[in-house]
């Protein structure tokens, strides 16, 4: 018997972000999720070199890769719906598992234990969270700055909204810190600029 699970990544792309949002750029969770992956993996690379970390950082890329998988499933939740309130995340995030369960059985049975701990998201280990969630953050926060860049006042309020997140999660996390003093203003220069560089 065939495995669906390509299937379900290669959906990835069918899966649009900001459902609710006027977007000048639309996006969807393949791209949020290779972009999530690049942070991530700079994130860790940042907090070995910089900070004496010993994340592993190829890892920590793969578990951002496969972060959105119960997107695959049930589509992208907006978080303010989200997170309306503790009730409505705990349900949400039930279903989540359950897609990522489901995303793990479509896998042949002796490849599951290697991808339990990728896709399962209460099964990745917490530091590896740690990066991946302030990378998922950072890329939101990017997105939010473009499309002001764009002249699209519908994300003010995310970027405020994920400037307080930022600023609370640089207190315990020097490499974000460093990311956003480094490379945070030109994640969106022109094609002019990048090549002046």
Not at 20 to 37: G, I, R
Not at 114 to 133: G, L, M, P, R
Request: hydrophobic share 45%.
């Amino acid at each position: 018997m065939q495995s669906t699970f390509l299937a379900w990544m290669f959906r990835m792309p069918l899966i649009k972000r900001w459902a609710l949002m006027f977007c000048v750029k639309p996006e969807n969770v393949a791209e949020h999720s290779h972009q999530v992956a690049i942070v991530a993996h700079l994130l860790a690379v940042i907090k070995n070199k910089k900070f004496n970390g010993s994340i592993n950082a190829d890892r920590v890329a793969t578990i951002a890769l496969y972060h959105e998988a119960s997107e695959t499933r049930y589509g992208d939740i907006v978080s303010p719906t989200k997170y309306a309130n503790k009730e409505i995340a705990r349900e949400f995030k039930k279903i989540e598992y359950l897609a990522e369960k489901e995303c793990l059985a479509s896998l042949p049975e002796e490849f599951q234990d290697i991808f339990a701990d990728i896709i399962v998201q209460d099964n990745v280990e917490s530091d590896y969270k740690t990066i991946v969630k302030s990378a998922d953050i950072l890329v939101a926060y990017i997105k939010a700055l473009d499309e002001i860049n764009h002249k699209n006042p519908e994300f003010a309020h995310v970027k405020e909204r994920l400037e307080v997140k930022l600023d609370d999660i640089k207190q315990n996390m020097p490499e974000v810190k460093y990311f956003m003093e480094f490379f945070l203003q030109a994640c969106t220069a022109t094609v002019d600029k990048i090549s002046q560089s």
